[in-house]
């Protein structure tokens, strides 16, 4: 990173937690952004001292009008980590208290039923072709099939490039995912055969290197180009939707895969304790306790599965309140 990015007097400090996290594996995407707002913000108020004091932070962590409950969160959790940051290098700090701010609504991840995922599919493959996007149509019926049924982050799925999908033994590598971690991901031959014939009319010719997913050619999705497909598909199904924060989201297909792959190994008597752990692999989990939410999400769903849920696995389901945020 070009040390000029952060230009105030805390500007080496932002630059030194940012190079720290990202060590410790994390992206660091949306905290970059928040930082360089705040680097700007010290400037402006004229902060010239080599410290983090109260009144800053007192400034910074003042609501502003219209400013969303979330991006509220994110500036202050921010500002948290920076002063933690700095005081583990003996610099004077002022650290926001753990729960100065109320406790907002959590996302209560939507779990599609059968019926939705078909009416939803349905619509997916009736996607038109568009003369200025010509491979939306075909991009869009393989791209929600890997999330639904391989239960990738967004993410993940747009950055597979031709050389990561062996068709030969049904397996995409997944790099440099969250926490900068490699996985192998098996798929159905139903899915291969998908992949297959998608690479054949989109790829004839193109390099190992390129991306698998196009909307034109050399002309990637993004993730704004999901979205907004996904809430037309979503319209077109006839599936409601709350509204920006509420849902349903293109990341609860992931949520989806993993409730529904708890559901069918409780069904077949499998060894929760033993199949736990293939799961969090799977999904590229950090830390088991990730993957053991689902099991409470599952009872929830399911509560005539309570009962052999909690004979298999009672010692490791987490107590679920509502929300969970598993994200990119």
Same mark, same amino acid.
């Given at each position: 990173? @070009?040390?000029?990015?952060?230009?105030? /007097?805390?500007?080496?400090?932002?630059?030194?937690l940012l190079q720290h996290k990202r060590a410790l594996g994390y992206r660091y995407g949306s905290p970059?952004?928040?930082?360089?707002?705040?680097?700007?913000?010290s400037i402006k108020s004229n902060w010239t001292r080599h410290s983090l004091d109260k009144s800053l932070?007192?400034?910074?962590?003042?609501?502003?009008? @219209?400013?969303?409950?979330?991006?509220?969160?994110?500036?202050?959790?921010?500002?948290?980590?920076?002063?933690?940051?700095?005081?583990?290098?003996?610099?004077?700090?002022?650290?926001?208290?753990?729960?100065?701010?109320?406790?907002?609504?959590?996302?209560?991840?939507?779990?599609?039923?059968?019926?939705?995922?078909?009416?939803?599919? $349905?619509?997916?493959?009736?996607?038109?072709? $568009?003369?200025? *996007?010509?491979?939306?149509?075909?991009?869009?019926?393989?791209?929600?099939?890997?999330?639904?049924?391989? +239960?990738?982050?967004?993410?993940?799925?747009?950055?597979?490039?031709? /050389?990561?999908?062996?068709?030969?033994?049904?397996?995409?590598?997944?790099?440099?995912?969250?926490?900068?971690?490699?996985? =192998?991901?098996?798929?159905?031959?139903?899915?291969?055969?998908?992949?297959?014939?998608?690479?054949?009319?989109?790829?004839?010719? /193109?390099?190992?290197?390129?991306?698998?997913? %196009?909307?034109?050619?050399?002309?990637?999705?993004?993730?704004? @180009?999901?979205?907004? @497909?996904?809430?037309?598909?979503?319209?077109?199904?006839?599936?409601?939707?709350?509204?920006?924060?509420?849902?349903?989201?293109?990341?609860?297909?992931?949520?989806?895969?993993?409730?529904? $792959?708890?559901?069918? %190994?409780?069904?077949? +008597?499998?060894?929760?304790?033993?199949?736990?752990?293939?799961?969090?692999?799977?999904?590229?989990?950090? /830390?088991?306790?990730?993957?053991?939410?689902?099991?409470? =999400?599952?009872?929830?769903?399911?509560?005539? =599965? *309570?009962?052999?849920?909690?004979?298999?696995?009672?010692?490791?389901?987490?107590? $679920?309140?509502? +929300?969970?945020?598993?994200?990119?």
């Amino acid at each position: 990173m @070009n040390t000029a990015t952060y230009q105030s /007097s805390l500007g080496k400090y932002i630059e030194g937690l940012l190079q720290h996290k990202r060590a410790l594996g994390y992206r660091y995407g949306s905290p970059e952004y928040i930082l360089r707002h705040f680097d700007q913000f010290s400037i402006k108020s004229n902060w010239t001292r080599h410290s983090l004091d109260k009144s800053l932070v007192d400034l910074w962590c003042q609501k502003r009008s @219209n400013e969303a409950y979330a991006t509220w969160k994110g500036r202050i959790k921010m500002i948290r980590q920076l002063a933690l940051y700095m005081t583990q290098l003996r610099v004077p700090a002022y650290i926001v208290p753990i729960g100065i701010l109320p406790k907002g609504p959590r996302y209560v991840p939507h779990i599609y039923s059968e019926e939705e995922l078909s009416a939803f599919f $349905c619509q997916v493959d009736a996607c038109p072709f $568009c003369a200025e *996007v010509p491979y939306r149509h075909l991009t869009m019926s393989v791209l929600f099939r890997l999330l639904c049924y391989c +239960g990738l982050r967004v993410s993940e799925a747009l950055h597979l490039t031709i /050389s990561d999908v062996d068709l030969t033994t049904g397996v995409l590598i997944i790099r440099d995912s969250k926490f900068r971690k490699d996985r =192998l991901v098996p798929i159905t031959k139903a899915l291969q055969k998908r992949l297959l014939a998608y690479l054949q009319l989109v790829h004839p010719l /193109s390099e190992p290197t390129e991306r698998v997913f %196009w909307l034109a050619e050399h002309h990637p999705p993004t993730v704004g @180009n999901v979205y907004k @497909n996904f809430r037309r598909f979503l319209w077109r199904a006839r599936i409601s939707h709350g509204g920006w924060g509420k849902g349903p989201r293109v990341h609860d297909f992931r949520h989806t895969f993993a409730v529904y $792959c708890l559901k069918g %190994w409780v069904r077949d +008597g499998k060894d929760l304790a033993a199949y736990l752990p293939l799961l969090k692999t799977y999904l590229g989990h950090y /830390s088991f306790q990730d993957s053991a939410y689902y099991l409470r =999400l599952t009872a929830d769903l399911y509560p005539d =599965l *309570v009962a052999e849920v909690e004979k298999h696995a009672a010692f490791i389901i987490p107590e $679920c309140k509502g +929300g969970f945020d598993e994200t990119d």
